[in-house]
């Protein structure tokens, strides 16, 4: 079992960047990869992005040139960098840790204002 928790969300305008973080309770190297979803209000919860633990990563095709994925194996820490954020990205982000079973955050708010 792991703990994970989201952190870096917030308010910002269009066009502007956020790095979010999530941060693991224990080792994520376990894990097959590590992953970003998003639920805007209303909506279904989609991916956004994955590493896998051989560091290569998977964008969804919204955020393809925009977002980026990383991880610290060290500090059981893996990153989203966001940049030139829209209104659509307005979400919360969740960070998910998957393996032969799937562990959640609580999410953390991303506003991005018009």
């Known amino acids: 079992q792991v703990q994970l928790v989201e952190s870096g969300g917030g308010l910002v305008q269009a066009g502007e960047s956020l790095t979010l973080s999530c941060a693991a309770s224990?080792?994520?190297?376990?894990?097959?990869?590590m992953a970003w979803h998003r639920q805007a209000s209303g909506k279904q919860r989609e991916w956004v992005a994955t590493?896998?633990?051989?560091?290569?990563?998977y964008l969804a095709d919204s955020v393809k040139g925009r977002f980026t994925v990383s991880r610290d194996n060290a500090k059981n820490t893996v990153y989203l960098q966001m940049n030139k954020l829209k209104p659509d990205d307005t979400a919360v982000y969740y960070c998910?840790?998957?393996?032969?079973?799937?562990?959640w955050g609580q999410g953390t708010q991303v506003t991005v204002s018009s």
């Open positions: 998910a840790a998957v393996g032969t079973t799937t562990y």
């Open positions: 224990g080792s994520i190297s376990r894990f097959n990869g």
């Open positions: 590493i896998a633990s051989g560091g290569t990563s």
